[in-house]
């Protein structure tokens, strides 16, 4: 047999629900045969309806219903790894028991397969109307997938990212050398990422199906106290990541099943974790929250003296700030000294947390909206903070913003911003010109400099301007996932800032520490130096 399909359940497959139906079909409907679906109970209330309901349903593909019950969180990959060790494919792929696919889904993966290739693919994340839609009937995805995807409007329609989870396909010999997924990870998320991670160091290459994508994922509410139990789980997973250099996870026996196992419960065997999300659960001082993590996004392009004095007003910060994750898009031997110079100095030997978006040309690294978009879909930040490239923060800023996010700010779910102090313009052209940078440093007393500077003018909280926009990632993908559909507007005359101020309903104007323009001539980053 090619492939196997292998998917997870406990307590999601509703019989006769016509996601589970939706689900079900798509495989069914597939115009490449040589396959089966697996999939791995882990002890639902309703497994014989299901056991039931699958020996009954009619149609080419082989379908196989393993029953192990477990107990405790929910243990995704372990479920899997059960999966996959029964598999009968020569490749074994992971997916989603809440997707609808494609009839050629299976054929583009079978033609994408090689020994030493790791395949993913992106799924269409559709909005609650537009499942409704699909559900009773009023969209057919197996005689028109295509009017699926459309976005008539931000209700109806979806959004679609690079997500690992809703499939990832390795050939059987690859899950036995990384022994599967790791089963210290509880919840979903996490152990997809694991995969794509632990298959780059054992040197195997990704590979994604391109575009339109071929899996549509029905939209269904998530409990409050499911999010946060996940949630918990996830930063722990994080600190496992972080932590594992090795290919290879789990000892020998992982995802081990036997018959005469399946009527005794799995007992959790990662006692630290169930330890750590009760000690939370009950305020337990003695256990350490994770800190806040922000992530700064910003872009740039001919701006390397001002992105230095950037820079050095976040080295300086003082207080109680939140982790701060700084992500710069630039393109690599633009400026003298380049933007690649600058930020391997505040990340190596400042100790600042950068990450690179690196562009290949001015065109690229021009286009913000397409950029954001790209930086908003990848984070795992708790919040992201959308900026210029030539700000001065005050010492406190992001002390004081911190405590707005874990105060006033935690429910709001629109486009947070805020005001700038834009200084004179002919005084910064005339000081930066007059003083090049000739090699990256932190500038003393940054704040103290800028502050005694004429000012142009104060603004930017009532209209949202592009250099402050502030969001909780949860309110973000909860709506459009989205920064902008207009992926390729320049900085001058953006269309991409407002529009992800209206995808996120408005905005919500606030007081914060003075933050400092270090103003420009109006002719663009074509004018700097």
Request: charged letters at 30%; glycine letters at 6%.
């Amino acid at each position: 047999m090619k492939l196997s399909i292998v998917v997870c359940n406990r307590d999601r497959i509703k019989w006769g629900d016509p996601a589970c139906e939706l689900f079900l079909k798509s495989i069914q409907w597939q115009d490449f045969k040589d396959f089966e679906l697996v999939i791995v109970d882990g002890g639902s209330s309703n497994f014989k309806e299901i056991k039931n309901g699958i020996e009954s349903f009619e149609g080419p593909i082989p379908m196989r219903v393993i029953y192990r019950p477990t107990t405790g969180l929910f243990n995704k990959s372990y479920l899997l790894n059960v999966g996959i060790q029964q598999a009968a494919g020569e490749y074994i792929l992971s997916t989603d028991i809440d997707l609808i696919y494609n009839r050629y889904f299976v054929s583009a993966i079978a033609d994408a397969v090689e020994e030493n290739i790791l395949v993913q693919a992106k799924a269409f994340f559709l909005y609650d109307e537009r499942t409704k839609d699909i559900q009773d009937g009023k969209l057919d995805p197996y005689g028109d997938f295509a009017a699926c995807l459309s976005r008539p409007s931000r209700h109806k329609g979806g959004r679609s990212f690079g997500s690992p989870g809703p499939c990832q396909c390795l050939h059987r010999d690859i899950w036995n050398t990384i022994r599967g997924f790791h089963e210290d990870m509880y919840g979903w998320g996490s152990c997809d990422r694991d995969i794509t991670k632990r298959c780059g160091i054992n040197a195997i290459k990704l590979k994604w199906l391109p575009d339109p994508p071929m899996m549509l994922h029905q939209y269904h509410a998530k409990d409050e106290l499911e999010k946060e139990e996940n949630m918990r789980c996830q930063n722990i997973n994080k600190k496992i990541m972080e932590d594992n250099s090795e290919f290879a996870a789990n000892e020998s026996g992982w995802g081990d099943f036997k018959e005469s196992d399946t009527e005794v419960a799995y007992v959790v065997e990662s006692i630290e974790v169930l330890d750590i999300i009760e000690n939370s659960e009950k305020d337990n001082k003695n256990v350490k929250e994770k800190p806040m993590l922000l992530e700064i996004c910003a872009n740039c392009w001919n701006y390397q003296h001002r992105l230095n004095w950037m820079l050095s007003s976040i080295a300086l910060q003082e207080g109680n700030p939140p982790d701060i994750l700084f992500n710069v898009s630039y393109a690599p031997n633009n400026g003298e000294p380049t933007t690649e110079e600058i930020l391997g100095y505040f990340k190596h030997e400042v100790g600042l947390n950068i990450k690179k978006t690196v562009m290949k040309d001015k065109e690229e690294v021009s286009c913000r909206g397409k950029i954001r978009d790209q930086q908003l879909q990848e984070t795992e930040a708790d919040w992201i903070l959308f900026v210029d490239c030539d700000q001065v923060y005050s010492p406190f800023f992001f002390d004081d913003l911190r405590k707005q996010m874990e105060g006033d700010l935690k429910d709001v779910d629109k486009c947070i911003t805020a005001d700038r102090v834009s200084l004179n313009i002919p005084f910064c052209i005339e000081f930066f010109n007059r003083h090049p940078l000739l090699k990256p440093c932190v500038v003393p007393n940054v704040t103290d400099i800028v502050s005694e500077w004429p000012v142009w003018r104060y603004g930017g909280k009532s209209r949202g301007a592009g250099n402050f926009q502030l969001a909780k990632v949860s309110a973000c993908r909860e709506k459009t996932g989205r920064y902008s559909h207009f992926c390729r507007d320049i900085w001058r005359g953006t269309k991409s800032d407002s529009h992800f101020r209206k995808n996120m309903g408005g905005i919500h104007p606030i007081d914060v520490k003075p933050q400092y323009h270090l103003n420009h001539d109006r002719g663009g980053p074509d004018k700097q130096r």
